[in-house]
């Protein structure tokens, strides 16, 4: 083989691809299980030939293969099977809902495990019927890939029938400040993201005023699914979204929140005041006890670009708030 190697290499390679037959698998082979193959005499001959004479494979263990791989410093990609269930959600009402499954890359050594090594519970399907999630910030929030997909699959209420697809958020994971509007749009609802319509132009120059960029900051939606029309969100729906949002408030840890609009800051705040009363003041969200600022929705701001000045005032209190501590 050695000869093969040293007359056509190239040639050789390509052969062995197409049987399958990876290079690292030949040079491990002890030369004593390797049978010499008569019809492996001239070298030219067995290359044109080489495909009807299939090299012994090394049949090797999943931890001895692994091995080989980790000497050989390579990096062994593996199939990414179900194993891990989620950390339990706790709710304030102390009831613990049954998390869904998550997705993490195994070794290769996954057909060697014995069958209890997976826990039936594990491998119930991701898309099972989505979690109905109306209760406040968990204790435990599940990870983010998780949840995302909760989201994506989510058809607790009438908009999963109007909608293009689910917007979830954008931005830092570990923000220091969470902006939170009320709904996608028509934009948010083709392109997937928040605030990217006119009003998220505006919103993204907001942010660029406060010294920061988008992607410092994280951006939701109270929301994940368009109102057909851009009609106010109904309150049936908001409950239903609302487990969403608090996991994302749950995940991010903000420093401070910024509601963005009526809608907004009266589902957050639990209150039906308005937002020119509820704004220019600070508001504390429990039970994690995060500083709260209302502010003019972007929209509305378009509409109405004489209340920009209150807007920024509340920008500042809330840029002053940042630099504290
Ligand atoms: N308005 C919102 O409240 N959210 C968006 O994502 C876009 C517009």
């Not at 509601?259 to 308005?274: K, M, V």
Request: glycine share 4%; aromatic share 4%; hydrophobic share 45%.
């Amino acid at each position: 083989m050695s000869e093969l190697w040293a007359s056509s290499p190239g040639r050789c390679a390509a052969y062995l691809d197409a049987l399958g037959i990876s290079r690292w698998e030949l040079r491990i082979q002890p030369a004593a299980t390797v049978p010499r193959s008569p019809a492996v005499a001239p070298a030219p001959a067995v290359v044109a030939t080489a495909a009807a004479v299939p090299l012994p494979q090394v049949s090797m263990s999943g931890a001895r293969r692994a091995a080989y791989l980790k000497a050989m410093d390579i990096t062994c990609w593996l199939p990414r099977v179900p194993v891990v269930p989620l950390a339990r959600v706790q709710l304030e009402s102390e009831t613990v809902i049954e998390p869904d499954v998550m997705t993490e890359t195994l070794f290769d050594v996954a057909p060697e495990l014995p069958p209890a090594a997976l826990a039936p519970e594990v491998l119930a399907p991701v898309n099972a019927e989505p979690l109905r999630l109306e209760m406040p910030l968990p204790a435990v929030a599940p990870a983010w890939d998780v949840l995302r997909e909760q989201v994506a699959n989510c058809r607790a209420c009438e908009l999963c029938a109007t909608r293009t697809q689910t917007v979830f958020g954008a931005g830092a994971r570990d923000a220091q400040l969470m902006l939170i509007g009320e709904a996608p749009g028509a934009d948010e609802d083709r392109l997937g993201e928040p605030f990217v319509g006119r009003a998220g132009k505006l919103l993204t120059s907001m942010v660029t005023a406060l010294g920061l960029t988008r992607e410092q900051v994280y951006i939701a939606n109270v929301l994940k699914c368009r109102p057909p029309d851009n009609r106010n969100p109904k309150p049936e729906e908001a409950a239903q979204c609302a487990g969403f949002l608090n996991q994302q408030i749950a995940l991010v840890q903000p420093r401070v929140i910024v509601a963005l609009g009526a809608i907004a800051a009266q589902h957050l705040l639990h209150t039906s005041e308005t937002i020119g009363k509820l704004r220019g003041q600070w508001w504390q969200l429990e039970p994690a006890g995060i500083p709260l600022r209302a502010t003019y929705h972007p929209a509305y701001l378009l509409r109405s670009p004489e209340q920009k000045a209150k807007s920024w005032e509340d920008l500042t209190a809330v840029l002053e708030r940042l630099a504290v501590s």
